[in-house]
Antibody
Framework: QLQLQESGPRLVKPSETLSLNCTVS??????????WGWIRQPPGKGLEWIGS???????NYNPSLWRRVTMSVDTSENQLSLKLSSVTAADTAIYYC????????????WGQGTKVTVSS | DIVMTQSPDSLALSLGERATINCKSS????????????LAWYQQKPGQPPKLLIYWASTRASGVPARFSGSGSGTDFTLTIDSLQAEDVAVYYC????????FGGGTKVEI
């Protein structure tokens, strides 16, 4: 059964880089046509797509964040990673990783999310 | 970018009533190559990640009760919940995948 689990520091200082990992279990990242995405949700607000990555390293980023976002994939560890640089309080959010199903063209499986707070 | 606009922002209904949530895209989300609308609906309950309800605008995801249905075409889409149940209290989001993915602002459904 496919599971996704986000991990990383819960507290990041302003101007520093937020770094998160997403461990995928139950399916090989490199074994399908699916993309893998990161989505965030500020406290009490809606969902914002951050970007998506294919196992070959092909990425698509939200134009509003692309200057600060780097996504990568480690197929040997079956893990995704997200880096967001120069963070501010506005980057405080729950960060989710999810699978973008190739056929359904939708995020059909989500991790539980990890809350990251940007504060000094 | 294709902007998604949901309405209403919130909805308060009684058990057994029908909930209707609208989602409008600023451009078509119809893929002419697949003849599918790249429009999905998600349900998010408090403290939980979103759950996929509907994809291709009208196809229910596995395990989703039949009281949930999606409809629409072009730029106007609707999520309908027939006979609202207590467990349907949640925020519902539409999302387009035609190009840069964007979510609608969400509709909160309360009993």
């Amino acid at each position: 059964q496919l599971q996704l689990q986000e991990s990383g520091p819960r507290l990041v200082k302003p101007s520093e880089t937020l770094s998160l990992n997403c461990t995928v279990s139950g399916v090989s990242i490199s074994g399908s046509s699916d993309y893998w995405g990161w989505i965030r949700q500020p406290p009490g607000k809606g969902l914002e797509w951050i970007g998506s990555i294919y196992y070959t390293g092909i990425t698509n980023y939200n134009p509003s964040l692309w200057r600060r976002v780097t996504m990568s994939v480690d197929t040997s560890e079956n893990q995704l990673s997200l880096k967001l640089s120069s963070v501010t309080a506005a980057d405080t959010a729950i960060y989710y990783c999810a699978r973008r199903n190739y056929d359904k063209v939708a995020f059909d499986m989500w991790g539980q999310g990890t809350k990251v707070t940007v504060s000094s | 970018d294709i902007v998604m606009t949901q309405s209403p922002d919130s909805l308060a209904l009684s058990l057994g009533e029908r909930a209707t949530i609208n989602c409008k895209s600023s451009q078509t989300v119809l893929s002419t190559s697949s003849n599918n609308h790249y429009l999905a609906w998600y349900q998010q309950k408090p403290g939980q990640p979103p759950k996929l309800l509907i994809y291709w605008a009208s196809t229910r995801a596995s395990g989703v009760p039949a009281r949930f249905s999606g409809s629409g075409s072009g730029t106007d889409f609707t999520l309908t919940i027939d006979s609202l149940q207590a467990e349907d209290v949640a925020v519902y989001y539409c999302q387009q995948f035609f190009n840069t993915p964007h979510f609608g602002g969400g509709t909160k459904v309360e009993i």
